[in-house]
Every structure is written in C-alpha cells, then in structure tokens.
C-alpha cells in the first residue's frame, strides 16, 4: 500500500477508498472445475493410494477408498431429487459427512450445512431458504447426540435419510456402479461448471432466520488455491480438523484445502474434546491444526508431554487470538500461531498471517487476489469500515422469504461489517464489528475493546461485553463475567496503565457461571442478552 492511500485510509474524510492486493494474483485453471473434478484431479497427482483422511476411530482412507465411496454412497442420497437440488447435510466433522458431501457433488446435488446446534426453528428457516426437501444425517449420531427431539422436529417438514442406515442396503448394482465409476468417474458423475452453486451454508441467524450463502465451486477451489499460495503447507504436513464443517472454517480449510491439495486430514467430530484431541494429534503425528482462541487454549491446558509436539502451525480464526494464548502455546509447545480472518461469504478466508510474515494482534495481508474498499464510518475515527471482492466471494445470498431465489451481491462486493486499519506493510488490524460498537455520550466505543482489556487481566476466564439502555448518554456497556472476583476498579486502572478510554471501562459488571457459546466457540451474543434478561426477570421477582 502506498503512503497516499494510508493517508487517505487514515483521515477523516468520507471517502470510498479502492486497495488492491499487493500481490498479484494469476487466476489459475485449476479453479475452472468442480469441487468433486478437482478431488479426481487431486487423486491424478498424488496417487489412488495416497492417504486423504484419517477418521477419530483411526481408520485411514485412501483416494481411491474415499472416492469409491462416494460414488457408491451418492446414488442412494440423491435418489428421489435432481441435478441442482440442494440435499441438506446435518452431520459431525468426519469420515461420515466428508464422503456424503463428496457424493452429493458427485451427482450435481449441492451440499447445504445444517448447524445441529442452531435449533429446529433456524434449521426449518435455512432449509426453507435452499428449497431442501432432503436431509442426511446419520443414525448413530442423532442417539449418541441426543437429537432425537431435533429430528424428530425436522421430519415434519422433510424426508431424513440416514447415512449408516443406507450403507447397510446398498445393492449390488451400486456398488458395482461405484467400483466403477471410481476408475471411469466420467461415466457416472454429473456434469458440471465452476459458476454452478457448489455448497450452501448458513449465517448463524443473531438478527433474525438464517440466510443461506451460496458458494460457487470456483469460489471454494479459489479460497483453496489462495490458502495455497499464502501459507505453505508441505508433503509432509498432516492436517488435524476438529471444527465443524458447518462452519465454512472447517469445511473449505480443514476440509475441501487438504484434499485438494494433497495432504493427509485427520477429522474429529467436536473440538470441545480438549484432552482426546492433544492426544490424538501426537498419535497421528499431525503438524498442522486448526482452532480457535478458546479451543487453543483448551487443548494446550489439557495436553500431557508431547502431546501437542509434532505441530509446527496453529492456524486461528472466528475470533481474536490473545497476546496470552500466543505466548502460552510458544512457552509450552514452542507452536507459532497464525491468525487469519475471514467470512462465510468469501469462502471463508479473506487475509491470514504467515510464516515469516506474523505480526501479533493483526490478523495478516489479504490473501491473493482479493481486493478490500474502505469506507468512512460516521462516529469512528481512523477506521474503515470493510467491503471485500474476489473469486472467492461467494454468489449470493438465499432467504426464507424468498426461497431458492439467489439474491447477488451489488456490484460483487461483500460488506463485511468489520472496522478495520491497515498499516504500512498493508497488515490488518480488525477493530470491531460495525453492530458492536456501543455509543456513548456522542462517542462510539468498540465493545471488542472492553472484552480485550478483559481477558488480559483475566485470562483464565470467559467475558463478552453488551449495551444496555441509558437514559442519560444513550448507551452503557456491561461486562458479563465468568470471573467471580471481577472488579470495576482493576479494569479502570489497567485502562488507565495501557490508555484505554475511559469510557471503554463497563459501567456494570455482571458474574455468570458460564458465558454461552455457539457451536463455533464464539460469544452468544444473543444468548448473552437472554442471559440478562432472565436476571433481570429473576430479580424482580
């Protein structure tokens, strides 16, 4: 970025501000294909015996076991429904919905991500939104889960199929056609183009139903084939995914990015196992994890010696990596930690740090090919607000409101609703969502601030800090707490000691027994402000 654009990007001027990608991006073939094309030609370069994943009970499967295996599960899952159908997937990360995702794109079906934590009444809005008809789970994980009740609910309005259930009928003619579509997959697979939808997932619906993102195959082969050329991972690496692949984190990059490009992905159904995963991520020997603040954290508390040694990356996302957590898993495992940002509309990773470039409290460069506007927010001073383009941004948005209907993005740019600074060598510092910023007196204060200064002086410990209504400045912020000894006075001093604001300093600080999440490991915030409510209500009563 030059010296004229971050003078520009710094005033206070309403301006729209263009910045390219300093590095230049060749737009390779490779994206000009589908997903499941671009999974054979993966196979093509590594070799049928080349292993792709390496499931929680430690059963490994092969290109060419995993790619038989779609091709004979994804006749039964797409019978009754048409090229092009959406077939909604409500399945834990691992061997069971890698191959019933490939399969559905076998056949031309378009995968659409259920979070299983979301609730039947976001589940039946995103369903609505895609015109799913179809959903496919799986026996074992619906007792073992306890979604029962969720299925049962979801039912009514379409037809379950249940994955294990159907390995169990599969004809001999599915097979046959399977074992040999697996070596003429031409002669069995759906034709395709890189523009056709590839998968749909969800907004996790904070403001009202779910809205479906449709994401092109182009647009995930592109997020793969730049996560390739920004962070380089190498023949050697094993991936470890605990991450739901509901979640565009752990489906494109813990997923879709080592298949495609050729390195072992070892899958687990929940990232909340903190001890079994630090032990199963030194009995695979994987070098490369993914996770988040909370989760890192998790597992390095929970590892035993040697557990977490074979990793040489830690990548993070979905929210902030703290100053302690970096040092911690450095102290501890000698791990670097990168990391990056993104959004479920851009397929999802829109700027990462690297090895060799990783400045601590940016979340790194945009990735190639991504181009970022800047625009003036009223009320915040010396940040922009965020918009985002690129070949990995996705097609459009489908509503409850108006089903299967894709409604595309004005003139191809994403409104990230994040206040962003670039600095001199073009790294990103995010200051805070757009809707979490809270006004006071006049002035905006990020609520990403209060939450920081927070969990540096009690890092052990959950926070999230919400607006309450004030008669006198319009707004107050109240920190909620799973510190019982949280203290108004040690937050006002550390603020003063580190020139914080003081009115980034909570009014009110409230003490809960746990700080509700969703299935991501982010805040709640809406389960947080239910939280308060249900206190309030508890109080006055």
Not at 313 to 332: H, M, P, Q, W, Y
Not at 490 to 504: I, K, T
Request: aromatic share 6%; with cysteine; proline share 5%.
């Amino acid at each position: 970025m030059t010296d004229e654009v971050v003078d520009a990007v710094m005033s206070d001027e309403p301006a729209e501000i263009e910045l390219d990608s300093p590095e230049e991006f060749r737009f390779l073939r490779a994206t000009r294909t589908t997903l499941f094309n671009a999974l054979l030609k993966a196979r093509s370069r590594k070799g049928g015996a080349h292993t792709a994943i390496i499931d929680a009970d430690g059963r490994t499967l092969t290109y060419d076991q995993l790619i038989q295996a779609a091709l004979v599960i994804g006749r039964p899952l797409c019978r009754g429904t048409k090229k092009g159908d959406a077939v909604a997937v409500l399945l834990p990360t691992g061997v069971g919905a890698a191959i019933g995702v490939l399969g559905l794109l076998a056949y031309g079906r378009v995968p659409a991500m259920l979070n299983f934590t979301a609730g039947a009444r976001s589940l039946k809005a995103a369903m609505r939104a895609a015109e799913a008809k179809r959903i496919i789970t799986a026996r074992r994980f619906i007792d073992q889960g306890g979604f029962q009740a969720l299925a049962d609910a979801l039912s009514a309005d379409a037809e379950l199929i249940y994955l294990d259930e159907e390995r169990d009928k599969l004809s001999t003619l599915d097979k046959l056609i399977g074992a040999a579509g697996a070596y003429v997959p031409s002669l069995i697979t759906a034709k395709g183009s890189a523009d056709d939808p590839g998968v749909i997932l969800f907004t996790s619906g904070t403001e009202g139903d779910p809205k479906g993102v449709v994401l092109t195959h182009q647009n995930v082969i592109a997020n793969v084939e730049q996560i390739r050329q920004h962070i380089e991972l190498y023949d050697t690496d094993v991936l470890y995914n605990p991450l739901p692949t509901f979640h565009c984190f752990g489906l494109t990059v813990g997923l879709f990015t080592p298949l495609l490009i050729g390195v072992p992905v070892a899958l687990h159904p929940t990232p909340l196992q903190a001890k079994i995963i630090a032990q199963r991520v030194r009995e695979v020997s994987a070098t490369f994890l993914l996770a988040t603040d909370t989760f890192l954290n998790q597992y390095a508390r929970a590892a035993d010696e040697g557990d977490l040694s074979t990793l040489r990356l830690a990548v993070c996302g979905a929210e902030r990596v703290r100053d302690e957590t970096r040092a911690n898993v450095k102290r501890k495992f000698g791990l670097e930690v990168l990391e990056g940002y993104g959004a479920t509309e851009a397929s999802p990773v829109i700027a990462a740090n690297q090895i060799g470039g990783n400045r601590a409290g940016t979340v790194g460069r945009l990735l190639p090919g991504m181009r970022a506007k800047l625009v003036v927010e009223p009320g915040i001073q010396g940040s922009r607000r965020l918009f985002v383009s690129g070949p990995n941004v996705m097609k459009g948005y489908l509503k409850p409101s108006a089903p299967g209907q894709i409604e595309p993005l004005p003139g191809g740019w994403h409104d990230t609703g994040d206040i962003v600074a670039f600095d001199e060598e073009d790294f990103i510092t995010i200051k805070g969502r757009v809707k979490r910023f809270a006004k006071i007196g006049g002035e905006m204060v990020s609520l990403a601030v209060v939450e920081n200064c927070a969990s540096t002086l009690w890092p052990d410990y959950a926070h999230a800090a919400v607006t309450a209504k004030d008669p006198r400045k319009g707004e107050t912020i109240v920190l909620v707490t799973s510190y019982e000894n949280a203290d108004r006075g040690d937050l006002l001093a550390f603020a003063q000691n580190h020139g914080v604001p003081e009115l980034a300093v909570p009014k009110k600080i409230l003490k809960v027994d746990e700080i509700p999440v969703l299935g991501t490991g982010k805040v709640d915030y809406p389960g947080v402000a239910r939280l308060l409510d249900k206190m309030k209500d508890d109080k006055a009563a």
